[in-house]
């Protein structure tokens, strides 16, 4: 099973719809989650964190399922500017911190 | 902002040569990371480095790679000698604590001929 597993995608939108994002994790020990966006050939970028309580940021929500290990996250009315990978980012600390990125999942946002 | 540096954007090297990349993470962060990113595949953990020693290292972190805080800014990898397979993105990134958010540097291309 690999550590981290994403939707393969692509997922192909128009604008204004609502899409989901889905991840599983392998490790019960791990310890935080996050969303990154990585556009064509760029550094990976904060989204959000991702909390058992979820959490809500604008159009975009993020929610972690521990029993599960499941983690989503779920954006509103996208934009063709939500046009990138999404990657599921989880920390373990194994005596010392490693950090595992999905293969991350690819959105096309049409106008 | 503050932000992760990193430096050279790009870096061409022949193989077996030895090559150093340099990142200056955010200045009141503890922790800092190397990733590589293959063209096309995903971004892979190389190694954690807190306290001035390593804190987790990858199965692909082996012993041709090392890293470094030689002062109280830089934080560098290094590739001993280069194969054709270490061309790719290499990205630096910091947080304040372990669990908390890393923030990445806009990567070092690294193409190894």
């Known amino acids: 099973r690999k550590e981290v597993e994403q939707d393969p995608g692509p997922f192909n939108v128009p604008e204004g719809a609502t899409v989901a994002f889905n991840c599983t994790y392998s490790?019960?020990?791990?310890?935080?989650f996050f969303w990154y966006r990585q556009d064509c050939r760029k550094e990976p970028k904060l989204l959000m964190s991702?909390?058992?309580s979820g959490n809500e940021d604008g159009r975009f929500t993020a929610q972690l399922n521990r029993a599960s290990q499941y983690i989503s996250l779920l954006i509103r009315d996208s934009k063709l500017s939500d046009s990138a990978t999404y990657l599921c980012?989880?920390?373990?600390?194994?005596?010392?911190?490693?950090?595992?990125f999905g293969a991350g999942t690819r959105l096309f946002v049409k106008a | 902002e503050p932000e992760v540096t990193q430096t050279p954007s790009h870096q061409v090297t022949q193989m077996g040569q030895e090559v150093i990349l340099r990142c200056v993470p955010i200045?009141?962060?503890?922790?800092f990371y190397w990733y590589r990113q293959i063209l096309g595949q995903k971004v892979e953990f190389l190694v954690s480095f807190y306290n001035n020693e390593i804190s987790e290292k990858s199965e692909i972190f082996d012993d041709q790679f090392s890293v470094e805080r030689p002062d109280g800014s830089n934080f560098t990898l290094k590739i001993r000698s280069t194969k054709l397979e270490d061309s790719a993105m290499y990205f630096c990134?910091?947080?304040?604590?372990?669990?908390?958010?890393?923030?990445f540097g806009d990567g070092t291309r690294l193409s190894i001929l």
């Open positions: 991702v909390y058992s």
């Open positions: 990134a910091s947080s304040e604590w372990g669990r908390e958010p890393q923030h």
């Open positions: 980012v989880v920390n373990t600390n194994t005596g010392g911190f490693k950090t595992i």
């Open positions: 490790n019960s020990a791990s310890q935080s």
């Open positions: 200045s009141n962060h503890l922790y």
